[in-house]
C-alpha cells in the first residue's frame, strides 16, 4: 500500500487579496512599497485580460486523491458494523435493520422479519453457517437458511434476560459465549448453561463487559476493570485501579488493547503493563481493527487511516480517508477495505493504479473534452472552454475570458515553438495569452512548409503562416478555402493532407482532392474523430462506430471490437512508434499492440475500464507522456502507468434461489427434479465488490448444449427442459479462462417418466416376454388343440362314415326285404296284380329315399318321418291285422327345418317292431312322437311288445341288432353332448311287462346339408 495518497480537491482559482497583502507589510516600509507595486501590476494584468481576452492563471495546488468511495443503495445513512460470511457476502449492520450486500444490491431485514431489533450492532458466523445479529436491545437473532430465529420462537433466545446492549460473541467447540453490557451468558447446543453478571465478577456495580476473546486455549472477558477467565475462574484487576473506557476491545495474543477518542491503550498480559499510543497527526480516533495475523492494528481517524505495530509501536501512515464519523473497519478477503460512518452510510477503498483529477467551478463539474502534451507537460481542455495543465505534480487551471460554455477546447498544437490551444473561434497561446481569432468554429489545424491549415465547422482553409502571425488579422486574398466542408482531423503526410470528416477519410494532394478507393474499406467511409502517424509512414485513424484503420502500403488494416477492441466507437488514439496504440473508446481505453509481419499487421488487445479504476467509461482523448497515460473524461483527467494496470480477478458467483415451475424450491447438489418439473428459473448473483460495474456474465447447460450464451442479469430460466442429467455452468469470466471463484456449477436431474426408466424397461420387458411367452404357450397350445381336435374331428368324420357305411348295411333287416320280396311274389302269384303294383310302387319308393338320404349328411325331420311312414306302411302290408302305428308330430312349422342325421330314428323302429312286437301272438302297436324343447328334439318310441329281457333270449339276431343299437348310439355321441338315449321297460303296477319304451334327446340344428328346399318331399 502506497505510504501517501492523493484525495479528490478541487482547485479554487483566486487572486491575492490587497488587505491581507497591506495587512502583512504593514509594519515594513520596504514591503508597502512591494505591496503597492504588486497591487499595481495585479490590477494591470485584470484590464489586460479584460479587455485583450488573455489568460487568467490561478495558483498552482497540490493533487490529492482517495479511493475510498461511497456504496450506494444502504438505505439509511448510520452503519455500526461490517461482516463477511464464509460465502462471501457483505452483512451491514444499521439502525434500520442487518443488510446484505452482493456488489449489486442490497437485501434488508428488519423487525418486520423477525429481527429482535433494528439497531444491529455485532454480526457473528457460527460453525453451522447461521449469522447471529446482536442488537441495542440485548436480544439476539440468528438468521438460518433464510429463517430469523428470535426470542418469540426459539427458546434457548427467550431464556437470555439482557442486561444491556450486545458488546460480543465467540465460539469455543460446541459451546457460545454471549456477553451484552451486563451479563454474559454460557450456551451449549443452543441450551443457556450459565449466566454471568459484570458486577458479581468484577466487584464493582458500574462494571460493564468490553468483549469476551479467545486467549489460545483460554477465554477471558474483557472489562473496563480488568479481565476475567470463567474457565478457571481466576480474575485480574488492572494496576492501580485503572479504569479503561469499555468503548471496544481487541485481544492480540498476550495483549488487550482498548481506545478512547484520544490514545491506543495495550495491556500485556504476560507482564501486566499497560503501553498508550497517540495518532502521530494527533487526530481523533475513531475505530482500529487487526489487519491480519502480523500485528499490524489499522487506526482510524476522520481523515486518515495509521498502521500500528503494537509489538513495536511504530506508525505508518496508510491514506487518506475524509470519512466524517468514522466507526468501522473491515478488510475483506480479497484485501478490500470497508469503512463504516455513523452519518454518512458505507464506503469501500478500491486500490486502484489510476489516478484522478475533478476540476470543480461555480458552475460545477465540467467534463475534460481534449488532452494534450508539450515539453514534459500535460494539458487538458474543458467543454467550456477553460484548460489547465501538471508541472511536477502541481496544476495550474486558466481560463481564456469568455463566457463559460461556449467554446470547447479541441485541442492543443505547437506552433511556431509556442504550445496553442485550439478553443471556440480563436486560437491561444498558452505561454503568452495571446489570442488570434479564426473567423469561424476552429476544430484543428496543421501546419505544411510556410501555411497554416484550418478545418473549421463549415470548410478547410490555408493561410500563410507569416499574414497569420499578425495581431488581429482580417480575412484577406491570403486566406484560401481548399475544402469546402467540416474538417475536424488534420494531418499531414509529406505534401498529403488527410482530413477527417462525418463523410470519411479524405485526402488532399497538393490542395487537390485524390481519390482512397483503392483502399477497399469501409472504415473509410465511417465518421473519423482522429488521425495521427509515424514517422514510418504509417497513418492511423479512428471512427465512431467501425474501430479504427490503419493504412500503410496501400492497405487498410481493421481493428475492431470482433478483434478485441473495447468498442468500435473511438473518440481518439495516439501512436507510440510504429508497434503501440492507444485508443480511447467509449467503454475505456485499449492498448493494442501491433506485430508487422511480411504478411501484414496482427495485433493484441489489452482493455482498461472503470472495473480497473477509470472514472468513466466514455473516453474523449488520450495522450502519452512518457510511461504514463492520460485520459479526458467526462468526470474529469486521469492518468496511468501502463505497467501498473492489472485485470482485476472476476468476483465470484453464488447461487441465491431456484424456481421449479414458478414455485421457489429449497436445493442441493444434485437437483433431483421429476418429468414435469422441467421448468426453471436460476438466480444468482456476484460478489461484484472490486469492480465498479457489473460484468458480463457467460453459461452453458451441459446436457443440452456445449455453447456459451452471454447475458446481461442475473437469472437465467429454461422451459420444457427434456429428462436427463444437465450441469449448468455459470461464469463472470470469459469462457476458458481459470477462476474456480468466478465459476458457478449447479447439477440437476429431471427423472424419465416411469415408464421410460430403465427398471421400469427391464420389468416391462420381462413382463412383455413373459406375456409373449405365454402368449406363444397358450397360442402353441391352442393350435395344438387344434391340431388334436382336427385330428379327433378327422377321426370322428372317418369314424363316422364308417358308422355311416355300417348303419348303410345295418338299417334296413334282410328278413325285412326277403319277406318284401315273398309279398310280392305272393301278390303276383295269386293274380292280385294291382296288390304287387301297389306293393312295388311302396318298396321301391322306400328304398329310393334310402338311397337319396344315406348319400347327405343331414336330412330334415319331416323327411326322417317319411322315411318312418314309408317303413310301418310296408310292415303293415306285409303282416295284415298284425301291426298298429301311429306318429305324432308336435314341432309344428319346425319339422321341415330341424335337421337329423338320416335313419337315426328307423333303427330303433326297426327293433320294437322285429323284436318287441314280432314275438306277441295279438295284433302289436307302435307310437312315435317327436316334441320339442329350445335347442333339443325329443322323439319317444313305444310300443307294447315282450320287453327287453325276453326279446333278448327269444330273437336270434340279437348279435345284429345290439350292433346297430351301438352304431347308433356311437352316431349320437357324436352329434354333441347334450344327445341322449335312453331304453326302458314297460311294466304294470304288478311289474308285468308291457312293453318298451326309448326315449332320444337329439340337439337340434337348423343347417341343412344337401337339401333341396324345391323337392317334394
Known amino acids: 500500500m502506497e505510504s501517501t495518497t492523493l484525495s479528490l480537491l478541487p482547485v479554487i482559482h483566486r487572486f491575492t487579496d490587497k488587505k491581507r497583502l497591506a495587512h502583512s507589510c504593514s509594519q515594513k516600509p520596504l514591503c508597502k512599497k512591494l505591496g503597492r507595486l504588486l497591487y499595481i501590476y495585479r490590477m494591470k494584468w485584470i484590464l489586460l485580460i479584460f479587455f485583450s481576452f488573455t489568460v487568467k492563471t490561478s495558483c498552482s495546488q497540490q493533487l490529492e486523491e482517495s479511493f475510498f468511495l461511497p456504496v450506494s443503495g444502504l438505505p439509511t445513512k448510520v452503519v455500526y458494523c461490517i461482516m463477511q460470511d464464509s460465502k462471501g457476502y457483505i452483512w451491514v449492520g444499521t439502525d434500520a435493520g442487518v443488510a446484505r450486500y452482493d456488489g449489486n444490491d442490497f437485501f434488508l431485514l428488519t423487525m418486520a422479519d423477525g429481527l429482535s431489533d433494528n439497531e444491529v450492532f455485532q454480526i457473528k458466523e457460527d460453525r453451522k453457517g447461521r449469522l447471529w445479529f446482536l442488537t441495542y436491545n440485548g436480544r439476539i437473532s440468528i438468521y438460518d437458511k433464510g429463517k430469523i430465529l428470535n426470542e418469540k420462537n426459539t427458546d434457548f433466545l427467550a431464556r437470555i434476560d439482557p442486561g444491556g446492549m450486545s458488546r460480543s460473541w465467540v ?54 476493570k480488568g479481565y476475567y477467565n470463567p474457565m478457571t475462574g481466576v480474575k485480574v484487576d488492572f494496576p492501580d485501579g485503572k479504569i479503561l473506557p469499555a468503548k471496544k476491545s481487541i485481544l492480540y495474543k498476550e495483549r488487550i488493547v482498548y481506545f478512547n477518542d484520544s490514545q491506543i491503550f495495550v495491556y500485556s498480559l504476560l507482564n501486566k503493563r499497560f503501553s498508550s499510543y497517540q495518532l502521530p497527526s494527533k487526530e481523533r480516533i475513531s475505530t482500529f481493527t487487526l489487519r491480519d495475523s502480523s500485528g499490524l492494528l489499522l487506526v482510524a481517524s476522520n481523515r486518515n487511516l495509521f498502521a500500528l505495530n503494537i509489538v513495536t509501536g511504530q506508525w505508518t501512515r496508510e491514506l487518506t480517508i475524509n470519512i466524517p464519523y468514522f466507526g468501522y473497519l473491515l478488510r475483506d478477503k480479497d484485501g478490500l477495505l470497508w469503512a463504516g460512518s455513523q452519518n454518512h452510510g458505507l464506503f469501500l477503498y478500491r486500490p486502484s493504479a489510476v489516478h484522478r483529477y475533478v476540476h470543480a467551478t461555480e458552475l460545477g463539474t465540467y467534463a475534460v473534452h481534449s488532452v494534450g502534451q508539450w515539453k514534459g507537460e500535460v494539458y487538458a481542455g474543458l467543454i467550456n472552454g477553460e484548460f489547465f495543465h501538471w508541472s511536477s505534480g502541481s496544476v495550474k487551471w486558466k481560463k481564456t475570458g469568455h463566457a463559460p460554455g461556449l467554446h470547447k477546447v479541441y485541442g492543443f498544437y505547437g506552433l511556431n515553438g509556442q504550445l496553442w490551444a485550439v478553443a471556440g473561434t480563436m486560437l491561444i497561446n498558452l505561454q503568452t495569452g495571446q489570442a488570434i481569432p479564426t473567423y469561424g468554429s476552429a476544430k484543428a489545424i496543421a501546419i505544411n512548409n510556410q501555411y497554416l491549415y484550418i478545418g473549421l465547422s463549415f470548410s478547410v482553409n490555408k493561410r500563410r503562416l507569416t499574414d497569420w502571425w499578425k495581431a488581429r488579422a482580417k480575412i484577406d486574398s491570403s486566406q484560401k478555402m481548399v475544402y469546402d466542408k467540416r474538417a475536424s ?3 499531414f503526410s509529406g505534401d ?13 494532394v497538393k490542395d487537390t482532392l485524390a481519390s482512397l478507393r483503392n483502399y477497399q474499406s469501409s472504415l473509410i467511409e465511417a465518421k473519423i474523430s482522429r488521425i495521427t502517424g509515424n514517422k514510418e509512414g504509417q497513418l492511423f485513424f479512428s471512427t465512431n462506430g467501425k474501430g479504427v484503420g490503419v493504412l500503410y502500403k496501400q492497405r487498410c488494416y481493421e481493428i475492431t471490437a470482433q478483434s478485441g477492441l473495447a468498442s468500435n466507437n473511438c473518440n481518439s488514439l495516439v501512436a507510440v512508434g510504429d508497434s503501440l496504440l492507444w485508443v480511447a473508446t467509449d467503454k475505456g481505453v485499449s492498448r493494442v499492440q501491433l506485430e508487422w509481419t511480411a504478411k501484414g499487421l496482427n495485433h493484441t488487445v489489452q482493455n482498461i475500464s472503470v472495473n480497473e479504476g477509470l472514472p468513466d467509461p466514455m473516453i474523449n482523448d488520450i495522450t502519452v507522456l512518457s510511461d504514463t497515460v492520460w485520459v479526458a473524461t467526462q468526470t474529469g483527467i486521469a492518468w496511468f502507468r501502463a505497467s501498473a494496470i492489472t485485470k482485476q480477478k472476476s468476483p465470484a458467483i453464488l447461487l441465491e434461489q431456484i424456481f421449479v415451475n414458478g414455485e421457489a424450491r429449497s436445493y442441493q ?54 429428462p436427463g442429467n444437465y450441469r449448468l455452468q455459470v461464469t463472470t469470466a470469459e469462457p476458458g479462462e481459470r477462476n474456480p471463484d468466478s465459476l458457478l456449477e449447479l447439477d440437476l436431474t429431471i427423472a424419465l417418466p416411469f415408464w421410460k426408466r430403465k427398471i421400469v424397461l427391464l420389468l416391462s420387458f420381462l413382463a412383455l416376454a413373459l406375456l409373449s411367452g405365454m402368449f406363444f404357450y397358450l397360442r402353441m397350445r391352442g393350435l395344438r388343440k387344434k391340431h388334436s381336435h382336427q385330428q379327433q374331428l378327422l377321426r370322428w368324420e372317418k369314424e363316422k362314415l364308417q358308422l355311416e357305411q355300417k348303419a348303410a348295411a345295418l338299417q334296413m333287416n334282410p328278413h325285412f326285404i326277403f319277406n318284401a320280396m315273398n309279398a310280392i311274389r305272393g301278390y303276383y302269384s295269386s293274380g292280385d296284380m294291382e296288390g304287387g303294383h301297389h306293393y312295388i310302387s311302396r318298396f321301391s319308393g322306400m328304398m329310393r329315399k334310402m338311397l337319396e338320404n344315406n348319400a347327405r349328411a343331414t336330412i330334415s325331420l319331416a323327411e326322417e318321418i317319411e322315411m318312418l311312414q314309408h317303413y310301418l306302411e310296408l310292415i303293415t302290408l306285409n303282416h295284415p291285422g298284425k301291426l298298429s302305428w301311429v306318429i305324432n308330430n308336435n314341432t309344428g312349422p319346425a319339422t321341415r327345418s330341424i335337421g337329423l342325421a338320416p335313419m337315426l330314428i328307423q333303427p330303433f323302429v326297426e327293433n320294437a317292431v322285429i323284436h318287441g312286437i314280432g314275438p306277441l301272438d295279438v295284433p302289436g302297436r307302435v307310437e312315435i312322437t317327436f316334441t ?22 327269444q330273437n336270434k339276431y340279437i348279435s345284429r341288432t345290439s350292433k346297430g343299437i351301438a352304431i347308433t348310439r356311437q352316431r349320437l355321441n357324436m352329434l354333441g353332448p347334450d344327445n341322449k338315449l335312453l331304453i326302458t321297460e314297460i311294466t304294470t303296477e304288478t311289474g308285468q311287462v308291457e312293453g318298451t319304451k326309448v326315449e332320444i334327446a337329439i340337439p337340434i340344428t337348423s343347417k341343412l346339408t344337401n337339401i333341396d328346399e324345391g323337392a317334394d318331399h
Open 171 to 224: 465460539e469455543k467447540g460446541d459451546s457460545i459465549w454471549y456477553i451484552d453490557y451486563r451479563k454474559a451468558f454460557l450456551l451449549v447446543n443452543d441450551k443457556v448453561q450459565q449466566t454471568f453478571s459484570a458486577a458479581a465478577l468484577f466487584g464493582h456495580a458500574d462494571a460493564a463487559f468490553a468483549d469476551v476473546s479467545l486467549y489460545g486455549h483460554e477465554l477471558l472477558f474483557l472489562s473496563d
Open 489 to 491: 482531423n488534420l494531418w
Open 496 to 508: 498529403s493532407l488527410f482530413m477527417g470528416t462525418a463523410d470519411g477519410l479524405r485526402l488532399l
Open 669 to 722: 447438489q444434485p437437483l433431483s427434479l421429476t418429468n414435469r418439473e422441467n421448468n426453471l428459473r436460476i438466480d444468482f448473483t456476484s460478489l461484484n465488490f472490486g469492480l465498479a460495474e457489473e460484468p458480463v456474465y457467460s453459461y452453458r447447460l451441459l446436457g443440452a448444449d456445449t455453447g456459451w450464451t452471454k447475458i446481461y442479469s442475473r437469472r437465467i430460466q429454461f422451459s420444457n427442459l427434456a
Open 932 to 953: 320339442t324343447e329350445p335347442g333339443i328334439l325329443h322323439c319317444i318310441i313305444t310300443d307294447n311288445g315282450v320287453g327287453l329281457q325276453q326279446s333278448a333270449r
